[in-house]
């Protein structure tokens, strides 16, 4: 039996395509608003650090009403650190729509996650979105987008996917790149009838996947998921086992609050059917992954196994000198309550304790971007801390030491091309393809995932901003050497106190700096870059010895040169082995892991000597 009053829709696409842009045009036309109703751009980045961004990083559930009919819509992320969010949400939707950007064609992300849906066997509605660019370039990209789902091993009816023509900001949509759209409506009438309403037995004992998990103070977790088979009520006994547990026990438990989505809102309902998408509160550790039942038919849903992160950072109790000044959680129970906590929501990240240390947590992700949002996140909450340089994490296979290798795919100007194939060729790069588009030319590459750490700042100097790269996990592959991590030195303050105008002007003749005058430092603190390849240590504390001579023009104003400022990710990218980041609700400070110079030197002569 199908419920034909139902779809059950994700979106799916490589970052900053127009997700969540479309979206919020679908529920402007799928009535969610009044006629007068003020409404905010990208409504569904509801977290200030994806506003800020522009990317989105949780799974979002909404729904509209058209005809009749209820489309249940799922607003996925385009970011590859967060495709273990994408993965699962999959699992609650009976077809994608697949946007693409009608100038970028198809991108790495793009291929991950429609090679995702096409293995669940999912049927795909293909939007060209930003079709009104100036630089749109339709038919090439419908080719494009055809060769993708041939290399995919699409089957023949996935070959046959319906094609639409979009621009998500103006809210229009057509059958033919020729012929202007002036409403959603083709896209509306394209999931009624292309997307298989949910198969749906109500009479059956009641069975669903929990997909996503979202969390509130109040209530604690919530599940959600959509109903494989029969009716939940509010209030029933109900079951909990999983898949991949099959010796633990089902447990019971009771569903007390059941939402569904409308619009923006979550609605209370008292009973719910298959089919549905829903949201369930009252299950204490329920997590991604559970199946909840009928208690007398606890039958678990094998689930999608998220694949494993590929690297890894050390996050530590803050120990510097200025250690609890700014920080309103500071203690390594604290530290480690939040981060076990991120691992409910996030599936993707794995905590793990450091052997033989008490204050000290290996945290695991899918990508740099994933672990800098959980860094932001934390700052932001008061929390304070330090990380350590990212690492990837190593795997043997067949008795080989295998590294993560990533796809890259890069979009420069013409010019810029040898500079890119230069610096990636240096870094263990595999050049792939290459495809001139106008005056930019399209490369493709497989990098080892550390020869990418530190690059991106590199690729913006280098292509002077213009340059565009993306880049996606793509296989476990023998290990290809030594990479050299950085090739410069660090500017190391070598006192306590205040950084002084007199101290910076001669410390600024070694080297780029990082603070201004009047900033509390510390010894060991890392207060500039050096274009050498060594560490000199630099005093900028010191001051002018004052005395009776003068001479002239001995005290005209020392000019300084403006400090640069470091992002969170350019902190994370610039630091050394032997370095730690220092993170605090107010700043972030690169300093050494042995603060001491005597120390440190000891210890750098016996690494010498092995």
């Not at 795997?395 to 080989?400: F, M, P, S």
């Amino acid at each position: 039996m199908k419920n034909e009053k139902l779809r059950n829709v994700a979106i799916i696409a490589h970052v900053d395509h127009g997700k969540t842009t479309l979206v919020d045009e679908m529920l402007k036309q799928g009535g969610i608003y009044r006629e007068n109703q003020a409404t905010v751009e990208r409504v569904m980045d509801s977290n200030d650090l994806e506003r800020e961004r522009g990317i989105t990083i949780l799974a979002k559930n909404t729904a509209v009403h058209y005809k009749d009919v209820k489309i249940n819509i799922v607003d996925t992320p385009g970011h590859a650190d967060f495709g273990g969010e994408v993965e699962r949400i999959l699992k609650m939707v009976n077809g994608v729509i697949l946007l693409v950007d009608a100038a970028e064609g198809p991108m790495p992300q793009t291929r991950f996650v429609l090679s995702r849906a096409l293995e669940l066997g999912h049927r795909v509605i293909v939007v060209l979105n930003k079709i009104d660019r100036p630089d749109q370039r339709v038919h090439e990209v419908i080719d494009e987008c055809l060769e993708l789902l041939l290399d995919l091993d699409a089957t023949d009816e996935q070959l046959d996917s319906p094609m639409l023509f979009c621009s998500g900001r103006q809210g229009t949509a057509s059958y033919s790149p020729e012929v202007a759209g002036t409403d959603l409506v083709p896209l509306f009438e394209t999931i009624l009838d292309y997307i298989p309403a949910p198969e749906c037995d109500p009479e059956a004992p009641f069975q669903m996947l929990v997909s996503s998990i979202d969390y509130n103070e109040f209530v604690g977790r919530i599940a959600i998921g959509r109903i494989e088979r029969g009716t939940i009520k509010q209030n029933q006994e109900i079951a909990v086992c999983n898949y991949h547990s099959p010796d633990v026990p089902p447990r019971k438990a009771k569903a007390v609050s059941l939402y569904t989505f409308d619009g923006l809102n979550r609605t209370p309902v008292t009973e719910a059917a298959a089919g549905e998408i829903i949201a369930m509160s009252g299950i204490g550790d329920i997590t991604i992954g559970d199946t909840i039942c009928a208690p007398a038919a606890p039958e678990p849903i094998e689930f999608v196994k998220i694949s494993a992160p590929t690297m890894e950072m050390t996050f530590s109790v803050n120990d510097s000198p200025f250690a609890g000044r700014e920080g309103k959680y500071v203690t390594s129970r604290q530290l480690r309550d939040r981060l076990f906590r991120e691992t409910l929501k996030d599936v993707s990240l794995r905590v793990t304790e450091v052997e033989g240390s008490t204050d000290s947590f290996n945290v695991a992700g899918r990508g740099e971007m994933s672990l800098s949002i959980l860094i932001e996140t934390m700052r932001r909450e008061g929390y304070e801390f330090q990380v350590s340089p990212p690492r990837v994490l190593y795997q043997e296979v067949d008795g080989k030491k295998c590294e993560p290798v990533e796809r890259v795919v890069i979009d420069v100007p013409a010019e810029n091309v040898g500079a890119v194939m230069e610096k990636l060729g240096a870094r263990k790069g595999e050049f792939l393809s290459m495809n001139p588009i106008g005056s930019r030319t399209k490369l493709e590459f497989l990098v080892p995932s550390r020869g990418l750490f530190g690059y991106r700042n590199e690729f913006l100097t280098d292509t002077k901003g213009e340059g565009i790269m993306a880049s996606v996990f793509e296989k476990y592959a023998p290990y290809r050497g030594d990479i050299q991590r950085r090739n410069t030195g660090s500017l190391v303050a070598y006192e306590t106190g205040e950084s002084v105008t007199y101290g910076l002007y001669w410390a600024q003749e070694r080297g780029a700096l990082f603070i201004g005058a009047g900033v509390p430092v510390y010894e060991g603190m890392v207060v500039g870059v050096c274009p050498k390849l060594e560490d000199i240590t630099v005093n900028v504390c010191r001051k002018k010895q004052l005395t009776n001579m003068r001479a002239s023009g001995s005290d005209e104003a020392l000019r300084l040169v403006p400090p640069r400022q470091m992002s969170l990710e350019q902190c994370l990218e610039f630091l050394a082995d032997d370095e730690l980041l220092e993170v605090t609700p107010e700043n972030l400070r690169l300093r050494k892991r042995i603060l001491n110079h005597d120390r440190r030197m000891k210890a750098l002569m016996r690494g010498k000597n092995g």
